[in-house]
């Protein structure tokens, strides 16, 4: 602080001024911490979402097995029966089945001699669409069984991806309040630094002020011609007191 800042204040102002870019610089870095953490936040919950991709892709596989119950059921139209009696397959069971139908169904005409007859050809065509009907009928059961774990899967996977974007709502609102906050606090410094160095300088122009009333009233104080603010003349005793005043005003100004 040099002598004359009392009469300038360009201390204070300096000091403002460098307080101002501090503030300044504060913010870019804060706002920098706000983008790295908001960005890490929905990053994290972007991958706690995509962590139930492979549950839907569960769902999914049960689907089809579902679709194709309804196509079963006649539920899609002719069209999906067509795709039902295209898909469905016997088990491996079922022509063991039917041949041990079939043989007990030969061996009971042959004990009655009617092996050849109208009526056993009719009782074999019986035994085989019941048979298939029934067979049919398992199948639709399985596919219909997958329903549930479909439901579970599909539900679980929306479930889940629906509560990590929900979760991302909290993470804008609070960067932006911290923002808020941020720009807040760096404007109100700033504003309280421009505050403090307008009163340094009225400060100083007081002091000025004051300064030349205090001159003018020893100047009012000596005998007449003994001081001039241009330098000139001066009695014995004072000589020295208004040369000084001089150099004081012309330091000022």
Same mark, same amino acid.
């Given at each position: 602080?040099?002598?004359?800042?009392?009469?300038?204040?360009?201390?204070?102002?300096?000091?403002?001024?460098? *307080?101002?870019?501090?503030?300044?610089?504060?913010?870019?870095?804060?706002?920098?911490?706000?983008?790295?953490?908001?960005? =890490?936040?929905?990053?994290?919950?972007?991958? =706690?979402?995509?962590?139930?991709?492979?549950? $839907?892709?569960?769902?999914?596989?049960?689907?089809?097995?579902? %679709?194709?119950?309804?196509?079963?059921?006649?539920?899609?139209? $002719?069209?999906?029966? +067509?795709?039902?009696?295209?898909?469905?397959? /016997?088990?491996?069971?079922?022509?063991?089945? !039917?041949?041990? =139908? @079939? %043989?007990?169904? %030969?061996?009971? #005409?042959?004990?009655?001699?009617?092996?050849?007859?109208?009526?056993?050809?009719?009782?074999? @065509?019986?035994? !085989?669409?019941?048979?298939?009907?029934?067979?049919?009928?398992?199948?639709?059961?399985?596919?219909?069984?997958?329903?549930?774990?479909?439901?579970? /899967?599909?539900?679980?996977?929306?479930?889940?991806?629906?509560?990590?974007?929900?979760?991302?709502?909290?993470?804008? +609102? *609070?960067?932006? #309040?911290?923002?808020?906050?941020?720009?807040?606090?760096?404007?109100?410094?700033?504003?309280?630094?421009?505050?403090?160095? /307008?009163?340094?300088?009225?400060?100083?122009?007081?002091?000025?002020?004051?300064?030349?009333? =205090?001159? /003018?009233? @020893?100047?009012?104080?000596?005998?007449?011609?003994?001081?001039?603010?241009?330098?000139? &003349?001066?009695?014995?005793?004072? &000589?020295?007191? !208004?040369?000084?005043?001089?150099?004081? @005003?012309?330091?000022?100004?």
């Amino acid at each position: 602080m040099g002598i004359f800042d009392i009469f300038t204040g360009d201390s204070a102002k300096r000091a403002a001024q460098d *307080n101002t870019e501090r503030l300044s610089a504060l913010k870019t870095e804060g706002i920098g911490y706000l983008n790295t953490g908001r960005d =890490s936040a929905i990053g994290a919950l972007d991958q =706690s979402a995509g962590a139930y991709a492979p549950l $839907a892709a569960l769902g999914a596989k049960y689907g089809q097995g579902t %679709d194709l119950y309804l196509d079963s059921l006649g539920l899609n139209g $002719a069209a999906g029966n +067509t795709r039902a009696a295209g898909a469905f397959q /016997a088990g491996p069971g079922y022509r063991f089945g !039917v041949d041990q =139908s @079939l %043989d007990a169904l %030969d061996r009971r #005409a042959a004990s009655r001699g009617m092996l050849g007859s109208g009526n056993t050809s009719l009782d074999t @065509l019986a035994t !085989v669409n019941g048979l298939a009907n029934q067979e049919y009928g398992n199948w639709q059961n399985r596919l219909g069984g997958l329903v549930a774990p479909e439901l579970q /899967a599909t539900g679980g996977a929306t479930s889940g991806v629906a509560n990590a974007y929900a979760a991302k709502a909290p993470v804008y +609102t *609070n960067d932006a #309040a911290q923002r808020v906050n941020l720009a807040s606090g760096v404007t109100n410094g700033i504003n309280a630094q421009a505050t403090q160095a /307008a009163n340094a300088e009225a400060a100083a122009s007081g002091n000025i002020w004051g300064a030349g009333l =205090s001159l /003018a009233s @020893l100047a009012a104080g000596m005998p007449p011609g003994s001081f001039s603010l241009l330098g000139g &003349g001066g009695g014995s005793g004072s &000589g020295g007191s !208004v040369a000084g005043a001089n150099r004081m @005003l012309k330091g000022i100004y």
